[in-house]
């Protein structure tokens, strides 16, 4: 999946510094006490500046990777917390202070002062320091993680160790069990360790979050939704199952395949589908299989961008002039010259960069950017087109306070541009030259769908699973010495998936997952795919579309792109119910809309599937 650091996190986290100077050791110089709507103007005004010298150091570290814009930046994110950490106790006392009735939008900002960071730090020093360091040895092992194979090569070298990107384009590219099962295993083996660091991690955490007044970690993450944490819960279970029917039938469909290739031996009927062979070490996205195994019509060939990109010489710049062009399309403003003249569009001949696509807000008003090295494929056109829906995002919240530049909820931030790119239809690639005259064919279409499906539908459940996990883990409902047991009883439950090689509790396979080192929350990645269709939905109906959802493209509709900005324009002022029923006319989340942009396919696997024994025990 596409992780961008867009992420709250990033810029929350990012913010720092220019207040190192006020405030003292703590608890000798108690800050003077402020009306609570003074406090909260105070620190829209702070993070203003924290903001900007945060990115500035982010971004400098991750387009010039050298030890000192590395120790730059690791500086302004210590100090980041520091300020975080002190702001939000400070958040507390004025909640706490019930002689005072606070206005709607203090409260609000009060309350995501305090979410600010998705690991917060308890107040002992030693503790503080204690957990960061433990996060950022969590962040290393993923990031050095290597899984070296024994033996060695043609030449009588020892073999070499591969990294994930390595061991991704095995699981990605091979059809061999055995090589597949050696690259799934060696991968899983780095997070070992990391099994007794995590756990620390938790408690820690947790008494941090405790200190703020949530129960635990996972508490203050769910408190983010703007309902009662266990509706939340009950809510994402009934979005869930309203897709699940769905899921179900891709999976039977893929098992079915998948035995033609490996044998019932290795895949048995009625029961999880090994989770190595499915084209991404997580199974959490399924594309990969597409051309070679889960293809429906392997004739009614559906033409991708690529061919004409790369005849047509489209560059970087060009690439991203016609995502622009989408969104100016539908009456949103031009990109500001700061864009051009200050994004990374490809990568620098001679330097080390972070490649991983990222969008930018780097102060709040017009420098927004986006970092990407962008090559002549449809994938990136996608990606590039996904990223200014951030930048968008941005550029239309810029004139709330800080506090609010966000998305109404964290899903959200991720569906904005995958909303658009529902709208590149094959249809929009053509009218802009980047697919020729295709005959549409009822084949042509189940490709079609069935392409989008192991990318959408596939990473439902893995999107839902892993919080799930984790909130156990926070909880302490899931017990340290369950970790790996309670992992897998969820990703067989949901995926139905089951681990290559028999696993024990030395195992920690979280871990090989980026997610959990990282400790980001990933719920807002299943809400977003969720979100993202209704979204879609909402702007096809404001264009006066009728017809199939799946082949609506709101390409040129100013009444469309209207809604969208009074949306966008929000950021998280207010409840996202509303912000929601601004768009959608409903104030709660629905899969009704996904459900029925897979309408062809949901029929076509139905048909497929007659007979089959689906599902798993
Ligand atoms: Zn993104």
Not at 111 to 120: E, H, T, Y
Not at 137 to 146: C, H, I, Q, R, S
Not at 292 to 318: C, F, G, H, M, T
Request: charged share 25%.
């Amino acid at each position: 999946m596409k992780t961008t650091l867009y992420l709250r996190g990033a810029a929350a986290l990012a913010v720092v510094g220019a207040l190192s100077s006020c405030g003292g050791p703590k608890g000798t110089t108690p800050p003077p006490k402020l009306e609570a709507a003074a406090f909260i103007k105070q620190v829209n005004t702070d993070l203003v500046e924290l903001a900007k010298e945060g990115n500035a150091a982010g971004w400098t570290q991750q387009t010039y990777i050298t030890a000192d814009t590395q120790y730059l930046n690791a500086k302004t994110t210590d100090r980041a917390l520091e300020y975080f950490s002190r702001t939000a106790a400070e958040a507390r006392k004025y909640e706490n202070d019930k002689s005072v009735q606070l206005d709607p939008s203090t409260q609000r900002s009060l309350l995501l002062i305090k979410l600010g960071v998705s690991a917060p730090a308890p107040s002992d020093p030693a503790k503080r320091s204690e957990l960061a360091t433990l996060g950022a040895e969590l962040d290393a092992m993923y990031g050095e993680g290597k899984y070296c194979p024994p033996g060695t090569n043609k030449d009588g070298k020892k073999t070499d160790c591969k990294n994930i990107d390595e061991l991704g384009d095995t699981i990605a590219t091979s059809r061999n069990y055995d090589e597949l099962t050696e690259a799934w295993a060696g991968w899983h083996s780095i997070a070992k360790p990391m099994r007794p660091k995590y756990q620390r991690f938790v408690e820690l955490a947790n008494e941090g979050a405790k200190e703020l007044g949530f129960d635990d970690v996972g508490v203050l993450w769910r408190a983010r939704y703007d309902m009662p944490v266990a509706d939340f819960e009950k809510e994402a279970d009934r979005l869930y199952s309203q897709v699940k029917p769905l899921y179900e039938g891709l999976h039977c469909y893929a098992r079915k395949r998948l035995q033609a290739r490996y044998g019932k031996d290795k895949v048995p009927d009625g029961k999880p589908i090994p989770a190595h062979l499915l084209g991404n070490m997580w199974a959490q996205q399924w594309n990969r299989v597409y051309d070679d195994l889960l293809k429906p019509y392997p004739a009614a060939s559906i033409e991708s961008a690529d061919r004409l990109l790369q005849k047509n010489k489209w560059d970087a710049v060009k690439m991203t002039k016609s995502a622009e062009n989408f969104y100016t399309s539908i009456g949103f403003p031009a990109l500001p010259q700061k864009f051009w003249d200050r994004s990374m569009l490809t990568r620098p001949r001679d330097r080390e960069v972070v490649c991983h696509a990222s969008a930018w807000d780097m102060d709040n008003t017009d420098d927004v950017r986006i970092k990407m090295c962008i090559k002549p494929i449809e994938e990136d056109l996608f990606t590039v087109y996904h990223e200014l829906g951030h930048v968008y995002y941005y550029l239309w919240y810029k004139d709330q306070p800080m506090l609010f530049q966000d998305g109404a909820h964290d899903g959200f931030h991720e569906a904005i541009g995958d909303a658009i790119n529902l709208s590149v239809t094959p249809a929009y690639l053509r009218k802009i030259g980047l697919v020729g005259d295709v005959v549409p064919s009822k084949e042509a279409v189940i490709n079609q769908q069935m392409k989008m499906a192991l990318d959408k539908i596939a990473f439902l459940p893995f999107g839902k699973l892993i919080d799930q996990w984790r909130w156990g883990v926070f909880s302490g409902k899931i017990k340290p010495e369950d970790y790996n047991k309670a992992w897998w009883e969820l990703r067989e439950k949901y995926q139905g998936v089951s681990p290559p090689v028999a696993r024990t509790e030395e195992d920690f396979d979280p871990g090989a997952k980026y997610h959990i080192p990282g400790n980001t929350p990933y719920t807002r990645y299943f809400l977003s795919f969720i979100l993202q269709f209704q979204f879609h939905k909402a702007l096809c109906d404001a264009a006066g579309y009728q017809g199939p959802l799946n082949e609506c493209s709101i390409f040129g509709s100013t009444e469309a792109g209207k809604k969208y900005g009074a949306m966008l324009a929000q950021g998280s002022s207010r409840p996202w119910q509303d912000t929601l029923q601004q768009l959608t006319g409903t104030r709660e989340m629905d899969g009704s809309a996904i459900i029925d942009y897979f309408k062809p396919l949901e029929g076509w696997l139905e048909e497929q599937n007659k007979g089959q024994d689906c599902g798993w025990d």
